[in-house]
């Protein structure tokens, strides 16, 4: 999730938290000061602070007509990420704070923003508590969205890890608490308990996903409470874990507008303000990771729900199911200390089915399916640089989005497709 | 073996306290924060890892880098060498490494081979 640092300090509440946080630890520093002046201390805590970075720069193109990720259809190098960030840990006690900008097509816009910013207080193993803009714990790889160094894949599996959903998926501001727990002969658990909420922009990809089905102009889109959480079991068996992930969206809404000309110019146009709002919108993800050796197998399958109630102008129009269905399976195998290979199949189906309509006509929509087979190669060319080639072949075009300022009608759009991606990643 | 800074002397770790400490999810022996400070590349590293982890130096250092980057824990301290390991694990405290037993003189013996 990603916020522009005013409104981020304006509205959040993870400032408080670290605050609070560091008052605290500053409240204990006479004692630890008694045999080193502060200066001393000073020195060493910012000796201490550990830095770390990332800039990539991909590009993406596929064959036919369909824009997917941006406007991949003629070729697109708006695929960029970049973080800073830095931590000190002292004690039981660790603070951090990442700054991250992206451009992914028409999200992101390179606008600087804290990714995450965290104060952390784990007083045992089985239990820590984690406040303030916290990355969101869901499935494998949720929480390194952005990492392209710690896999060979230019894209994550889009069917559960939607780039265009970032600032919908990676981040909340709240608080979780989490923690291991070993079971001797049986492993061990972690579990991860959360609640806060997610602001989102306006612009950001989320927007466009949960309107999909009528594309019109987002104004707003927000949420009372996100809450969940994951319980990963690290199995006797080394290098097998597997865990169960859920979150819950309490009264998403979206403010959308739509506009109608009343017959050719100058005839008046009338304007109508709508919503498309859900009590709850639950996510589940089963997953399964085994990395064996230089091998590293990966599978995973979740569900989304919601009841969905459209209002134009005050009036309800109609409800509908909402449910999507995703799974993905891959492989990775380390080749030589420069070469990784990749590969994996990814499918993801969308059903909107209208279980209430005041409309004087039948509404139905398509469902929305699309299969991805794609093969990757990593090039680890120094410590800090690789470079990612990756081939996609897509059937089906289920996750296009159509949208008021790029109307692609599932109707129009190619059904066997190819895409090519690249990415070179430098990182520290 | 796992060994570290001479102040965690007399400290132990079981097969389990060895893997909850090399993956940050116990960050404290006593009441000291473990740093770990692992070599870039190394034959006692590697030798090591497989058995008790399950991985490699690779999976181990992109296992660290997750956490790092996501504000999940605080880094290990990477050096060159298994030598220079042990030197930096000699004056830092709370520092924990892997080591072979012909090489951990001056350092707490946390966990046997």
Redesign the interface.
Known sequence: MKQPLSRLILKSRWPTAFLCAAASWLLQMPARAADRSIAELFREAAASV?Y?G?VSQGFLVNTGHNDYLGNTSAGTADFREY?L?A?Y????W?F?L?VFGQKLGEYGDDKLGID???V?Y?PA?WFGL?AGR??MPRGLYN??LD?D??RPFVLLPQSVYDARLRDFNAAFDGAMIFG?V?L?QLG?L?YRIFYGDIPIDADAGANDYFNNIFPTTGIDIEMDSVRGGSLFWNTPL??LRTGYSYSSFQNLISFRQATTALGPPPAPILTFLGTTATDSYDRHLLSIEY????W?FAAEAGREQAIYQVHISGVRLLDFDFQSDQFYVSAAR?IT?WLELGTYYSYSRNEDLVVRSTLPTPVSFPVLKQHDFAVSARFDIN?NLIFKVEGHYLNGAGKIFDTISHPQHFADRDKSWFLFGAKVTY?F | MLAGHAGLKGQTLDDDGVKAVLLGKRITLGSTRVVIVFARQGEVQDAFLQPHLGMTTNQFQNHWRRLFMTGGGSAPRIVETEADARKLAAVTPGAILIADSAHAAGLAILAAP
């Open positions: 550990q770390g990332f973080g960030n931590s840990a002292i004690g039981q660790r951090g990442q995450w910013a965290t952390d784990q193993q984690r916290v990355k929480e390194v990492l160094s710690v291991n070993p001797k061990s972690d080394t290098g990395a064996k050796g230089p590293v380390r200390p410590k990182s």
